[in-house]
Antibody, heavy 119, light 112 residues
């Protein structure tokens, strides 16, 4: 059974940093691209960042480019998101999502970790 | 600025059908940027669930009451035989040529 478990969220002041983690199990992690998608309270989904299986291809939404860094450790079956210079508008539930491997779609999602940026 | 526009809400009677459109704005559909449309269903307090990918393909577990199509810059999700459990938010998504993804603004479905 595929499982994605996010952690690392919490309350952080504007301008500070936070690192999210996603522990993956139930599939061959290093065969698939992985992504972070966020959802602000009461709002829609926003793709944040994605990374290919070997970290050779990485993309970011314009809203986080230059502030967030995605990475993965295939030996640990883990995905990370380093978030710097956090802003109030980064407040959201952050989901880890697995790319399907047969299409540009996300076939498994975690339950999310909540990041709140507030003074 | 690229975007996928969806209507905010739509309602339909149980047993009937409804369409949810998703319109690409600022996306070059001529170069294949709107080819990999996917649809997601999200119930309140739950993670999104993949419903369809590559415009029309259903992953295992998706009911055949859900179907989709695309013409030009507009993709559409059709829900047939509406059931109470179909009440949820629905999002379209597309990969772009710049290694990024877009989500639509989301549509809330109400079953009357």
């Amino acid at each position: 059974e595929v499982q994605l478990v996010e952690s690392g969220g919490g309350l952080v002041q504007p301008g500070r940093s936070l690192r999210l983690s996603c522990a993956a199990s139930g599939f061959t992690f290093d065969d698939y691209a992985m992504h972070w998608v966020r959802q602000a309270p009461g709002k829609g989904l926003e793709w944040v960042s994605g990374i290919s299986w070997n970290s050779g291809s990485i993309g970011y939404a314009d809203s986080v480019k230059g502030r967030f860094t995605i990475s993965r450790d295939n030996a640990k079956n883990s995905l990370y998101l380093q978030m710097n210079s956090l802003r109030a508008e980064d407040t959201a539930l952050y989901y880890c999502a697995k790319e399907s491997g047969y299409s540009y779609a996300f076939d498994y999602w975690g339950q999310g970790t909540l990041v709140t940026v507030s003074s | 600025q690229s975007a996928l526009n969806q209507i905010a809400s739509v309602a339909g009677s149980a047993g009937h059908w409804l369409d949810i459109p998703c319109t690409a704005i600022g996306i070059d559909t001529d170069t294949g940027e709107f080819e990999n449309v996917a649809w997601y269903q999200q119930h309140p307090g739950k993670a999104p669930k993949l419903l369809l990918y590559d415009v029309t393909e259903r992953p295992s577990g998706t009911s055949d009451r859900f179907s989709a199509s695309k013409s030009g810059d507009t993709a559409s999700l059709t829900i047939s035989g509406l059931q109470p459990e179909d009440e949820a938010d629905y999002y379209c998504s597309s990969y772009t040529n710049s290694d990024t993804f877009l989500f639509g603004s989301g549509t809330t479905v109400t079953v009357l």
